[in-house]
């Protein structure tokens, strides 16, 4: 059976995630060609269309309340290639920061996933991910006379998701018997998995060889082991150089 904070605390999912590095490469390409080379710096929010549910308590009672911070950040860096005039791949690392969830629970002698609980006490889980990812990019645009470019793009890759999930304890209250430590994590839980990701843009080229994008990503089927599986979407700015 799954740690009570897994059932109460762990619903926050690592939302997190997206990958939204494409847009810039989508434009690039466009822009500056076939076989050209380029970095790019992302940075924006993600939301989780997170449910959560009660833990069943098998003896004994408790009362608990729950405080869900559903929106993280995410940073980005990466690089791309631009295939052809309008096809782009890219590869990424990044990571998804600022997601919690706070339980105060008043417990006694309740039974929860196995563990039993006395006292009063608050749980806090901050989900954190490391995220490495590939993209393939596909766009349009218009060039206007000053060389300028608006452009629209598509995206569609995969993404490797690291979750470290951390259930820390406060308050005056045991946990089988042991006194909680309000200097130390409880426990900490990982799990890594693979997912398909979608997301659209637009982007403005200059003749600096500078692109700046803005996008839309949507990650399904997020976490499912230690956290609720969630569906994110992220909303993301981005800008990216040519080498």
Do not use: C, H
Request: aromatic share 10%; proline share 1%.
């Amino acid at each position: 059976q799954e740690f009570f904070m897994i059932k109460l605390l762990s619903y926050v999912t690592l939302m997190s995630i997206i990958l939204s590095g494409g847009a810039v490469a989508d434009e690039v390409n466009g822009k500056w060609g076939t076989m050209d080379l380029y970095g790019f710096a992302e940075v924006g929010m993600a939301t989780s269309d997170i449910n959560l549910n009660s833990s069943s308590v098998t003896s004994g009672s408790y009362t608990y309340t729950e405080t869900v911070d559903k929106t993280g950040t995410m940073t980005k860096l990466g690089i791309g290639m631009s295939l052809a005039e309008s096809m782009a791949v890219e590869a990424y690392v990044g990571q998804l920061t600022g997601f919690s969830n706070t339980a105060t629970l008043t417990a006694t002698n309740a039974v929860i996933g196995g563990y039993t609980l006395n006292g009063s006490l608050t749980g806090v889980e901050a989900i954190e991910a490391d995220l490495q990812g590939v993209s393939l990019i596909f766009s349009g645009g218009t060039r206007f006379a000053n060389d300028n470019k608006i452009s629209y793009f598509g995206r569609v890759g995969f993404v490797n998701i690291d979750l470290v999930d951390t259930v820390t304890f406060s308050g005056t209250g045991t946990v089988d018997g042991t006194a909680v430590s309000t200097t130390a994590a409880v426990t900490t839980f990982k799990e890594s998995g693979t997912t398909p990701t979608l997301g659209a843009g637009i982007s403005y080229a200059t003749q600096a060889n500078l692109l700046f994008s803005a996008a839309v990503d949507y990650i399904p089927n997020v976490g499912g082991t230690y956290v609720a599986k969630s569906n994110i979407t992220s909303v993301t700015l981005s800008m990216s150089v040519k080498f």
